[in-house]
């Protein structure tokens, strides 16, 4: 079976990431942009990081461009912006595709696990959020609108899930 775990990443200042790094951690995988009128939920996502990080959460931002070029600058860019914007501290990766030929295999495997409504699998817009359980598999996907705040009690109830037997 595969999970979260299974899959590897850019990171936004360059080496590969195994996310087998997050192993045992509740995960929310986030497609952002900085130009979008969702951006400010960087802030939702920044105050959900911090609030959870301790009972063993993550929120995972992997920078998009495919949706109307509302991402349009590099790495160093997009870290800059969100670092002064909005302090953000929880772990950023480069940027990415998230539909396509060309979407990261991670978005091949979350839209396949967790398809939107009426079983859609594109991902339709920036800030899509897909929860991940400590066992590396995807628990529920959240349209853009769904601001992070909403989302906080399946966060709480995730993070107070036990931890799966190794």
């Not at 986030?30 to 979008?36: G, I, L, M, T």
């Not at 860019?77 to 990766?93: A, G, H, L, N, Q």
Request: charged share 25%; with cysteine.
């Amino acid at each position: 079976m595969t999970s979260l775990y299974d899959f590897s990443a850019r990171d936004i200042d360059g080496p590969e990431r195994p996310l087998s790094e997050f192993a045992g951690r509740v995960v929310l995988v986030v497609n952002v942009a900085s130009r979008c009128g969702f951006t400010p939920q960087y802030a939702g996502l920044e105050d959900l990081y911090r609030r959870y990080r301790d009972a063993g959460f993550s929120v995972l931002g992997f920078p998009c461009d495919q949706f109307r070029h509302q991402e349009p600058g590099d790495e160093a860019e997009i870290k800059r912006f969100c670092t002064s914007r909005y302090d953000v501290t929880f772990p950023m990766f480069a940027k990415i595709d998230v539909n396509g030929e060309r979407a990261h295999p991670l978005y091949r495997w979350l839209k396949q696990a967790r398809p939107g409504v009426l079983g859609s699998r594109a991902i339709k817009w920036n800030f899509t959020k897909f929860l991940v359980g400590r066992d590396g598999q995807a628990i529920r996907r959240y349209g853009p609108a769904e601001k992070p705040g909403s989302i906080a009690p399946d966060v709480a109830a995730a993070c107070a899930a036990p931890t799966a037997p190794a």
